[in-house]
């Protein structure tokens, strides 16, 4: 079946660092790939997404890319800071043949200060 | 983005008893789904809650088990049946909410279940 795999499930990073958390999924129609940070005891918040027809989006200390080739997407954080740190997840969607979306299992990020 | 806010916030139950969980947007949306997210895991699909018809289960998840119902475009429960320890879980209401017919899911706060 369909599934997403998530790199890597623990990163541990220095304050001002950049953190890079990588994504690779299986289904091909998958269409649209959204980031979330879930804090711990909180609900998983969105903080980016990117559509197929887009290789690459930004939005101040975040990044993500894409490459549907591969089926290959990544989130990056520049400059982290301590509070960055939170479980992120990816996630592969589709509305074709219904609407799905499937999620990694998790990024646990700790920014150290 | 949608604002979703979930009924109870928490709770504590006794094996064999049902919950009923409750999610209410605060606009109309589409799609409503239920998703369980175990301690330190990732969140898995319960099921897609339709308006005016039966849910939709993922696989593992049956309505005896988790009825769910979905009135209107606002608002949906998903009860937990017969409930056991391995039931113990945080249970999260989501909305697809835009434009486009692929969009953002927005999630509300969880109700996080303990059984005892």
């Known amino acids: 079946g369909e599934n997403v795999e998530q790199h890597p499930s623990t990163l541990s990073v220095q304050e001002g660092d950049s953190a890079v958390i990588k994504c690779t999924y299986s289904?091909?129609?998958?269409?649209?790939f959204p980031w979330y940070k879930q804090e711990l005891g909180k609900r998983p918040q969105l903080i980016i997404d990117?559509?197929?027809?887009?290789g690459e989006k930004k939005d101040q200390r975040i990044a993500v890319t894409l490459n549907k080739t591969a089926k290959h997407f990544s989130l990056h954080i520049t400059e982290t800071q301590p509070e960055d740190s939170a479980v992120y997840f990816c996630a592969a969607s589709r509305n074709t043949g219904g609407f799905k979306t499937i999620f990694g299992a998790g990024t646990r990020l700790f920014v150290k200060a | 983005s949608a604002v979703i806010s979930q009924k109870p916030s928490r709770d504590i139950c006794q094996r064999g008893t049902s919950l009923t969980i409750q999610c209410q947007v605060d606009s109309q949306v589409t799609m409503m789904f239920w998703y369980r997210q175990q301690p330190g895991q990732s969140l898995t699909l319960i099921a897609t809650a339709n308006q005016g018809s039966e849910a939709t289960y993922e696989s593992g998840f049956v309505i005896d088990k988790f009825p769910i119902s979905r009135p209107n475009l606002t608002f949906s429960t998903l009860t937990v049946s017969n409930m056991s320890p391995e039931d113990s879980s945080i249970y999260l209401c989501s909305v697809e909410s835009g434009y486009y017919s692929t969009d953002t899911q927005y999630f509300g706060p969880g109700t996080r279940l303990t059984v005892l």
């Open positions: 289904d091909s129609a998958s269409n649209y």
């Open positions: 990117i559509r197929s027809n887009v």
